[in-house]
């Protein structure tokens, strides 16, 4: 059964990705690509990674696409037409992907894989000790080290937004 679900996952994956690639709609594109990225949420809930399935969801799936429809409705038309590739373009590009799969699938039956058996399960309070941990491998510090990056980073979009109307009322003190 597990077999089944993943193949139609990566069936309806690899059908979303191609329909992204080649749509010359940009909404339609970030759409596909949602789809994509659900089927890869479908694949981390079929191999029991609940965590990162729920990350894939709301990260991904929930903000970032939010985030690509956000800035395509701001800075393009929503009907807007993307380009065609020349021929030549689309032929040597699948010629290097047709190069690019026998690699990986020449790659694949040539090595062979054990199965290992995974008993140890790992909850999300492991997760989350791990990274607020002081001990070796802990992650606190990176931690604290993105959240002053992402401080500054907001401050530094406030003072941009906010461009001439910060020095007008300066100069008027």
């Known amino acids: 059964m597990e077999k089944i679900v993943f193949y139609i996952l990566a069936l309806i994956m690899i ?3 191609i329909a992204a690639v080649t749509s010359r709609k940009m909404l339609r594109s970030v759409i596909y690509l949602l789809f994509v990225l659900i089927g890869i949420a479908g694949i981390y809930f079929l191999i029991d990674y609940n965590f990162l399935a ?3 969801l709301t990260v991904y799936a929930g903000g970032i696409i939010v985030l690509v429809i956000f800035s ?3 800075v393009h038309h929503i009907e807007m037409e993307l380009e065609m590739a020349k ?3 689309k032929i040597i590009t699948a010629v290097v992907c047709l190069i690019g799969l026998g690699i990986f699938l020449a790659t694949i039956y040539s090595n062979e894989f054990k199965v290992v058996e995974n008993h140890k399960t790992t909850s999300v309070s ?3 000790m791990g990274l607020l941990s002081y001990d070796a491998g802990g ?3 990176p931690f ?3 959240s002053i990056l992402l ?3 907001m401050i530094g979009a406030i003072i941009i937004g906010k461009g001439d109307k910060l020095t007008k009322n300066d100069e008027t003190l």
């Open 144 to 146: 604290e080290v993105i």
């Open 139 to 141: 992650f606190i510090l």
């Open 72 to 74: 395509v409705l701001l």
């Open 151 to 153: 401080l500054a980073s």
């Open 15 to 17: 059908v979303f990705a």
């Open 87 to 89: 021929l030549s373009t």
């Open 54 to 56: 729920a990350i894939q």
């Open 126 to 128: 492991d997760i989350g």
